[in-house]
């Protein structure tokens, strides 16, 4: 597979995608490594590297001349290190992630989330996601920055959000310390509080869930007599990495009762992190057998599928590789962090004329020391 | 190459997930194997009531007579596997390549399969001690010494979560069946073969497809066993022991540490049973939880360790097809390696000797996995960590013991072969609740009696006695 494969038309936008991905990055850097503008962070990092950013950096290819962004570099304080200038005094979130022991990671926000969820927001179908409706939030709450997200994408589609407790750090001690029973009851906890959100009446018609709770709520359901597409809903934004083609298929033919133009029911698996943002898929289908194929939000986040042993290099098309995420708005930069996930490399698509990835997975060689979806 | 599907209730359901199975030797692949997610059981289940009804239909002598003609076709027919067909010759090749089994010990696996379907009357009749089977079948009835019993199903289908590399554990999944309870399998993952083979021998024999589902998958496919079956039976190591102890759902097989115990009188006499205690630890490449991998005694404790490396330390890796193969191959790549470094480490402590040193290296390296020949270790006190380990090779650990510590020190016994005629030393045994199957007598621990309950009865576990009470006429008339 190449990309000469390309129609002539995906081509010329696949190349238009890249110049402007070129454009936008030569902003983002001058914002940054601008003492006017840029982050304390990043204006002190700039003083270790042995290239002048503002000067050298003037396509996506030179963002590879930063050396890899660490996670580790965001735990613990003070977070207004993050910070740009350019954006000081505005009202800010801080959002975290892991934490579960020790000082979780921190990422601060001010627009960045509303941004990337009113752009999610424009790529689902209105029909499945009608405008208006009120939304279940199934996922986690606490300092994270899902929860917002989700709340604002509902707002601003003109609905109302209604939320349950689910503390994910809590969910990883119970896995850690082997205590199945609690963590069977606290799943069923939060099943709970969303069953009875969708019993009171309150007439809701999309939902975040990821694929496990999505899995216990159509079980919860249907030990009721009633059905995921009974219970009303019609839209489901889902994510997680443990999105496989074989689950998708078995929610859609049998939970679902088949395809949303038979079933009624729309899923659109996504994949992203508070770093990066959210990346959409492009439609799920039978002929593609439920692969799921995911593509960042360009040019406000770049993923890419590289060599796991030589991260600047990015595997041939439909090869495996661990995927590299990269940002680049004026809240945040992150020049290439290596996920850890892995999969393989997708070709253009139309909506999305840029490279993608398919069949996300915990990267095998961490898979053993990771727990993942664990809610 | 063919394709084996999951089964749900009988339906065969090809997932978009597959697993191929190779051949541990040479990497050839034998199969590409469905792959089930967790929530098709969950779905699944709810069905389940389904396996017990189609099997209520049935009477339980038809049952057992279904078993004994299900035996003769898995031991003799070509059956379906999944989107192909096998002989008996087929199946022992398969399961020996993907598992490292040597071919004849396949071939033994499956006349003792046999033989548990053939005998499954007196198994029933001794499990359930001469309990009238319809009386199960129908709930209550009345013993023949004029009691009324009556006794509830716990669940519609047992869940099982095999192992990958020890076909010798399907006996104890056989007698559920007839006991008009569903199957919910997640086969180990080198190990579809024997219940694949068997389903199809049961169809065929005429119990009814619905009542069996087979789940081939990953981690989260035995867990979602765990989670949605009233009863499950599942195997696995210490930490699968520790995660699921105590849950009266669930009954756990594990590691066995089955042992041999020499008492004061007998001890001096060790020579005699040099055969039984050879054989306890070698044969079925030593591979079960019945197997021995203790002996302890008061003295001579380095003779017989001597004596029984004499026995087993020459013995050579040979290849799967040869009959007197007697290893079996580790085929999850590193972990022969890794069992060999433990092994290593702990017969560097202080009173350990390691007695199989001069036969020759012990770990056998090949590209795509490994061998473990026979190691016997003798240790001068139980204090040595080896003196309470168990693997899956023909291994040992000799431990001198003073007689009157032996019980309290030798922990969690499976199988206890006591040699000794002390009869207040055997009723201490007797009383011992860290043993579980206890022979007094010069018994080899792997000699299993199949009219006696292994780690708990079957019945116990799937039924409950409860009390039952109706007017005398009523009884007499319902079990007219």
Known sequence: ??????SAELASKASQAKEELDAHVRETVQWHFNPETGSPFWLKKAETLDFDPLKEVNCFEDVKKFPLFEDDWLRGGPVERWIPKGLEGKPT?????????????????????????????????????????NWLMLGPSGPRRLRLAVEHLCQYRGGICFCVDLDPRWVVKLIKKGWMEHLEAYKQHVIDQAMTILGANHDIKCMFTTPKLLENLAEALEKKGSSIPDSGITGIFSGGTEFTPQWTRFCIEEYFGGPAEESGVYMTPTYGNTLMGLACSRPVTEEEDFTIAYYAPQPRAVVEVVDPDSHKDVVDYGDTGRAKLYTFTKEVFIPGFLERDEGERELPYEKYPWDGISGVRPFSKLAGGTTVGVY | MFHIPALRWGKPYKSLEKQEIVHFATGEPIAEVSQANGGLLGRDIRKSFKAREALRKIPISDLIEMMKKAGDLYLNATLPIGEAEQTPEDFVKQQSATTGLPEHLCKGNMTKNHFVLHNMDKILDALTRGLDLNILSRGFGREDRGVTVSYQAQTNALGMVLPSNSPGVHTLWLPVIP?????????GSQEIWTPFRMAEAFFAAGIPREAISIYPGKTDMGAAVMTHCDRSMIFGGTNTIEKYKGDPRIQVHGPGFSKIILGEDEVDNWEQYLDMMVDSVYLNSGRGCINCSGIWAPRHTKEIAAAIAERIGPIEVKPPSDPDAALAAFTVPGAAEAIWGMLEKDMEQEGVTHMTESYGTRFIEEERYGYLRPVVAHCDSPEAAIASKEFMFPFV????????????????????SAITNDTQFQSNLISATNIDRLNLGPIPTIKLDWLQPHEGNIIDFLFRARAFQMPEEKLTAAMA
């Open chain 1, 1 to 6: 597979m190449t990309d000469s494969m390309l």
């Open chain 1, 93 to 133: 979130y801080v959002f975290e992630t892991g934490g579960t022991t020790g000082v979780p990671k921190s990422r601060v926000v001010v627009d960045d989330f509303r941004i990337d969820y009113e752009m999610f927001s424009h790529t689902l179908p209105d029909e499945y996601f009608p405008k208006g409706s």
């Open chain 2, 179 to 187: 006991l008009q309870i569903g199957l919910i399998i997640k086969p």
């Open chain 2, 397 to 416: 650990s000799v431990v001198e013991c003073p007689q009157d510590q032996m019980i309290e020190r030798m922990g969690y016994t499976l199988v206890c």
